[in-house]
């Protein structure tokens, strides 16, 4: 089950431009577990390994805790809900320092 916290590879399909293409890792920012594991959707954010230095990304080192091959960036702007379906295998989880960062960037972004 999907966890918040916790990066998934994703597998976001044909692509816009601008949007993350094919398989790419993600952040699982929501909804709580609360809501079961037979809620159909989960909210995620990508993560690229471009350094942009932008204030709304956020790093994530890459270890044997978060799971992934190399530092990447929390794109927090790139929110989606997608179906469960798309989680094509659990990578890892982040730590609290990101897990802070992330809910505080994304509550600024959607001024709640």
């Not at 994703?10 to 920012?29: N, Q, T």
């Not at 044997?64 to 094509?88: A, F, M, P, W």
Request: aromatic share 8%.
């Amino acid at each position: 089950m999907a966890s918040v916290d916790n990066l998934w590879l994703v597998d976001f399909g044909e692509p816009y431009p601008g949007e993350p293409v094919a398989h790419r890792p993600a952040l699982v920012i929501g909804p709580p577990d609360t809501f079961g594991a037979g809620f159909p959707f989960v909210i995620v954010t990508p993560l690229t390994i471009t350094p942009r230095g932008l204030s709304l990304h956020v790093e994530v080192e890459a270890t044997q805790d978060t799971g992934i091959d190399h530092t990447s960036y929390v794109q927090c702007e790139l929110i989606r809900s997608i179906n469960r379906k798309r989680l094509v295998r659990r990578l890892g989880s982040i730590g609290p320092d990101a897990s802070s960062q992330v809910a505080t960037i994304i509550k600024t972004l959607l001024n709640y």
